[in-house]
C-alpha cells in the first residue's frame, strides 16, 4: 500500500468555502455526504464545510478522515473568519495557541513549516462575542478541530490561520459574504504556499510510516516471524533517517539474523541526525 500526501481544509461556513474552492480548483463531492464537501482534481486535497460549532467541526473532521481513507500522515488546516478587539479588519493570523472557553481546556499547534502569518492565541467560544477586551483571537469550532486532528495525525500536521471578521459582533457589523470572499482571496496566495508546504510534510510523514514490505528473496539468514517485525522497525527507521541504500544489503555479512539485527540497530541508533541542514 502506498499512502500518498493528503490535506485536509476544514471551514465553518459556506462563504469561506467557495472562495478556497475557486482559487484552488475544488470541485463538489460526487456522492451523498453529511457535510458538504470537495475534492482536488488529484484527490490529495478535500475542502469540508462544518457548521458554526465545536461538535459539528469535530464530525466533520471525521467526516473528513474517512473520506480520504485514514492515516497519521494527513495534514490539517482550519481557515475561517474570526472576531479580535484591535487586530485590522480583514487581516490573517496563524494561531500559536487555542483556549476552550467553556472547559479551560488549551491545545498549542507546532507549526514546523515556514509560513508568512503572524501568529496570534485564539479562543473558541459557544456563541459569538459581542465585546473582545483581551489579545486573543475568536471562533467557534478550532478547538474541537484540533482535539480530533492532532489525534488522528501528529500535532505538527495541525495547522489554524484565522482571518479577523470583526471586533465584536451585532447585526450591523456581521461580515457579508463578498467580504469574507475577498478577504480570503485576498490571502490566496500565502495560503496556497502554506497548503503545498503541509502537503510535503504529510508526504515526508507518509513515507515514514508506509508498511515496509520484507524481500528476504537471497537473504542466507533465517529471520523467524519475530525477527521480521524487528527487521521492519530497523527499515523504517532506516527510510526515515534517510540512509542510503537498503539495510537487507548487508544481512548477509552477519553470521546468524540476531546478529543482524543487533548490527542494524546499532547503525541507525549511531546515526546522528543534522536539524540545521534545512535551515
Known amino acids: 500500500m502506498k499512502f500518498e500526501p493528503r490535506l485536509v481544509w476544514l471551514v465553518a461556513l459556506p462563504a469561506e468555502a467557495r472562495p478556497l474552492c475557486q482559487l484552488f480548483g475544488l470541485a463538489p463531492s460526487r456522492h451523498p455526504s453529511p457535510f458538504p464537501t470537495f475534492f482536488s482534481a488529484s484527490g490529495r486535497e478535500l475542502l469540508v464545510v462544518s457548521g458554526l460549532g465545536r461538535n459539528l467541526g469535530a464530525a466533520a473532521a471525521m467526516h473528513a478522515y ?7 500522515h494527513i495534514a490539517w488546516l482550519n481557515v475561517g473568519i474570526a472576531g479580535h478587539a484591535s487586530h485590522p479588519i480583514g487581516s490573517a493570523w496563524m494561531v500559536n495557541q487555542i483556549i476552550e472557553y467553556s472547559s479551560g481546556a488549551r491545545y498549542y499547534p507546532q507549526s514546523v513549516i515556514r509560513h508568512p502569518f503572524q501568529s496570534n492565541n485564539l479562543t473558541t ?14 471562533d467557534m469550532e478550532a478547538s474541537s478541530f484540533f482535539q480530533i486532528a492532532s489525534r488522528l495525525s501528529s500535532s505538527e500536521l495541525v495547522s489554524v490561520v484565522k482571518i ?3 471586533h465584536g459582533v ?6 457579508s459574504r463578498k467580504q469574507v470572499g475577498r478577504w480570503i482571496e485576498n490571502h490566496g496566495a500565502s495560503l496556497r504556499q502554506l497548503a503545498d508546504s503541509m502537503l510535503v510534510l504529510s508526504g515526508e510523514e ?3 510510516i508506509e508498511p515496509v514490505e520484507l524481500d528476504l528473496d537471497g537473504i542466507n539468514l533465517h529471520f523467524t516471524v519475530a525477527q521480521q517485525h524487528q527487521l521492519k522497525t530497523i527499515c523504517r527507521r532506516w ?22 539485527l543487533t548490527g542494524l540497530r546499532r547503525l541507525v541508533d549511531n546515526e546522528v541526525i543534522d536539524w540545521t541542514q534545512n535551515e
Open 66 to 72: 474517512h473520506e480520504l481513507g485514514g492515516g497519521a
Open 206 to 208: 507518509a513515507q515514514r
Open 170 to 175: 451585532d447585526k450591523s457589523s456581521f461580515p
Open 164 to 166: 479577523v471578521s470583526d
Open 125 to 138: 467560544v459557544d456563541v459569538p462575542q459581542e465585546t473582545m477586551v483581551d489579545t486573543s483571537l475568536y
Open 239 to 260: 527510510n526515515a533517517l534517510g540512509l542510503p541504500g537498503s539495510p537487507l544489503g548487508t544481512v548477509n555479512t552477519y553470521s546468524t539474523a540476531s546478529d543482524a
